[in-house]
């Protein structure tokens, strides 16, 4: 019953022309409009003698992650719950649960999608280097789309209707989005505030990934701050989200 659930919030997904731009199309569109800076593909010694466009990679990685957690699917599962949809599923053999497994699975695997799309544009289009340490960057891209729909959940949580879904989505995107280094990457950052900027869940999650890129496995303490941040954001969802 949780398989069928699972295709059926796929094919409704598919059917999302929104959803699908912005967090599958987005974040490497983003990514070509910034290597099509002449200057961003020139070695930077503010960088430590990367382009630009090399460190904006993980952080348009990081952008759709957080498109889908904060944007998409709290909007969905508001609505769900809007429209008493998850109550009369209460009253069917499909419990709600198997609903909200199937929207992290979809919502995660398009995530990750969107990471993959991205890197394959950096290596093809602006000749980055792939991430030299994989196994540490699978780690901490999982990490990463675990703490999103982690945090996404609590939104959902804590949101009545649609409308304040959108509101505390669009409260969250943004200081999600200027931690994840989509203003200004970590490492152009003044030392203090990277350092802030590293106790958050997506500024953890962007040091992460930039270590593994540059061949480094993750440092444990970015990884400790993901693996901190997914379990207090999950209780916390598990303890406030209501079926109605």
Same mark, same amino acid.
């Given at each position: ?19 699908l ?8 569109l983003?990514?070509?409009?910034? *290597? +099509? !800076?002449? $200057? ?7 960088l430590? %003698?990367?382009?630009?466009?090399? #460190?904006?990679? &993980? ?18 599962l ?19 649960r ?28 602006f ?14 891209l999982l ?8 945090l *996404? +959940? !609590?939104? $959902? ?8 879904? %959108?509101?505390?989505?669009?409260? #969250?995107f943004? &200081?999600?989005m ?21 106790w958050?869940?997506?500024?953890a ?6 270590e ?9 303490s ?23």
């Open positions: 019953m949780s398989t069928a659930v699972l295709r059926t919030e796929a094919r409704l997904f598919r059917r999302e022309p929104g959803a731009f912005w967090i599958l199309l987005f974040p490497s983003l990514l070509v409009i910034l *290597g +099509s !800076v002449p $200057s961003f593909r020139q070695p930077s010694d503010d430590g %003698g990367l382009r630009t466009v090399d #460190v904006y990679v &993980p952080v348009a990685v990081l952008l759709g992650l957080i498109v889908g957690g904060l944007q998409s699917m709290p909007q969905t508001t609505g769900y719950r809007e429209r008493g949809i998850l109550r009369r599923m209460a009253l069917t053999p499909v419990r709600p198997a609903l909200l497994s199937a929207q992290m699975l979809v919502y995660g695997g398009a995530s990750l999608a969107s990471a993959l799309l991205v890197l394959a544009v950096g290596r093809l289009g000749d980055v280097r792939l991430p030299e340490q994989p196994a540490g960057y699978a780690l901490a990490g990463a789309v675990l703490v999103a729909l982690a *996404g +959940s !609590v939104v $959902s949580a804590l949101s009545r209707t649609t409308k304040i879904a %959108g509101a505390i989505g669009s409260a #969250v943004f &200081p999600s200027f931690c994840a280094g989509v203003w200004a990457p970590v490492q152009t950052m003044p030392h203090l505030l990277a350092r802030i900027v590293g958050t869940p997506f500024g999650a962007a040091q992460a990934l930039d593994a890129a540059a061949g480094h496995w993750p440092g444990w970015h990884l400790g701050v993901l693996a901190l941040w997914i379990l207090l954001l999950t209780g916390a969802a598990s303890r406030w989200f209501r079926w109605e």
